[in-house]
């Protein structure tokens, strides 16, 4: 299809589907809207134009100038605790009354309080904290403590792998639709193959660990590798990696002196059933890249957490921002926090997951154009095909989909033209799921002229 590197990302926001969903939303005063943020903002692949104009939300959902809500199961990934959850909310308006905005050569009570939390939920030495206001920031101060702790510059990262948008952050990551028309970017960049269960470069058997060996293969021939930047697990797209994988790369970089950063910016904080997705490997990385859902989907808030043996670059600008320490944003951290643990959500999840295994194996059975299911916690990817032996990928009918499940009140994300992409706020009931999962089995129908 052309232009499919656009979808590796998201939907496209220049179809046909698209310009015909307008017709499915027509409403003079969003329309109104649609043309002027059309008119004043500058035009981007996914993004402008947009797909309707929101008045309110709230728990799981979004809702339009019209008073249409849908069930939001993408969020850009801020919304484990839902959205305007009122014990976050109360923090934040307190907050409000008495420092909004600490400047940067100062510190406040809000913001150590957060890095206290985040270093009581890490591991071993994984104690120091550094605050930024977005995730590519996050990355960004990885990316420079990874040299110097090192000494080296050069950086593998995997294919198909997004860890921001800024030019460092494109450089690192390896989809085309954000390094395109660029030019030259960060050198010393070093991208593999991402490990797969379902159409996999090297397999397709379950044994990832040759993505692995391919990681070591290539530290060795290159040298000068200073750090593996990479997901735990790919959010878009859904790819979980073998427990037998993760530690095959912890000795490989442990023992080629290699820093492990994990970008953990969509996922932490309870997505995948753990607070952090790593706990599931039983692996200790050297940097840990946090973003979205730390601020609650109230702030805008990311974090860098290392290793105390780390903390040798004081005389290093390594972030410098100026809403560094916020203390909005600390507070709405450190309340989410609270809340997966005081409301149990970890357990409700894991449980939930248990559900959605069962519910989405079901659709795999009834409908063929199910390729694959994978899953883990609140984060599950159904993968279209057109035919389950060739694996062809079914774009159109991934696009025919989505725009039938957003009639019908369900927002989503399609990774790769061809992967519906779930994950639901946290707080989402067992009902919730359970409609939304009706949702896409009827939208797949007809997808199929069922």
């Known amino acids: 299809m052309k232009d499919a590197y656009n979808r590796t ?21 969003t329309q109104n809207y649609l043309a002027e943020d059309a008119q004043y903002f500058l035009h981007q692949a996914m993004s402008t134009p947009c797909l309707d104009v929101l008045r309110s939300c709230e728990g799981i959902y979004i809702t339009d100038l019209t008073g249409k809500s849908y069930m939001d199961f993408h969020g850009n990934n801020v919304h484990q605790v839902g959205y305007r959850n009122p014990f976050v909310t109360e923090r934040v308006k307190a907050q409000m009354d008495i420092l909004p905005f600490s400047p940067r050569r100062y510190t406040n009570v809000p913001a150590i309080e957060l890095a206290k939390k985040l270093a009581s939920l890490f591991p071993g030495d994984l104690n120091r904290v550094l605050l930024a206001p977005g995730g590519t920031s996050a990355i960004g101060m990885a990316l420079k403590l990874a040299r110097i702790v090192t000494g080296k510059h050069k950086v593998v990262s995997l294919w198909d792998s997004f860890h921001g948008a800024s030019l460092d952050a494109i450089s690192a990551g390896g989809e085309q639709v954000f390094r395109k028309g660029m030019g030259p970017l960060m050198p010393g960049v ?225 990774s790769q033209g061809n992967v519906l992409q779930l994950s639901p706020p946290l707080t989402i009931t067992r009902q919730q799921l359970k409609t939304a999962v009706g949702i896409v089995d009827a939208a797949i129908a007809k997808a199929m002229g069922k």
């Open 9 to 29: 990302e998201g939907d496209i926001n220049l179809s046909a589907s698209r310009n015909a969903w307008y017709k499915v939303i027509a409403h003079a005063e």
């Open 190 to 414: 070093e991208r593999i193959p991402p490990p797969t269960s379902y159409r996999g470069v090297f397999s397709d058997d379950g044994n990832d660990l040759v993505y692995a060996n391919y990681l070591e293969y290539v530290i060795e021939k290159e040298g000068d590798i200073g750090a593996f930047i990479v997901e735990t697990i790919r959010n878009t797209d859904v790819q979980i990696p073998s427990k037998a994988y993760w530690k095959k790369v912890r000795e490989i970089c442990t023992r080629h002196g290699v820093l492990l950063i994990l970008d953990e910016i969509p996922i932490a904080f309870g997505r995948t059933g753990t607070m952090f997705a790593f706990e599931h490997y039983d692996i200790e990385p050297d940097i840990v890249c946090l973003g979205k859902g730390l601020g609650a989907g109230i702030m805008p808030l990311a974090a860098m957490v290392t290793r105390d043996a780390y903390n040798i670059a004081t005389d290093v600008s390594l972030g410098h921002y100026t809403h560094e320490k916020s203390p909005l944003g600390s507070v709405a951290a450190t309340a989410m926090l609270e809340f997966i643990e005081k409301e149990g959500i970890l357990a409700k999840v894991n449980a939930d997951a248990l559900f959605m295994k069962d519910e989405l194996e079901a659709l795999k059975q009834k409908h063929a154009l199910i390729g694959d299911v994978r899953g883990i916690g609140l984060l599950w990817g159904i993968e279209l095909v057109k035919n389950r032996q060739t694996k062809e990928k079914a774009m159109e009918e991934a696009e025919m989909i989505l725009y039938e499940c957003l009639a019908n009140g369900l927002s989503f994300k399609v």
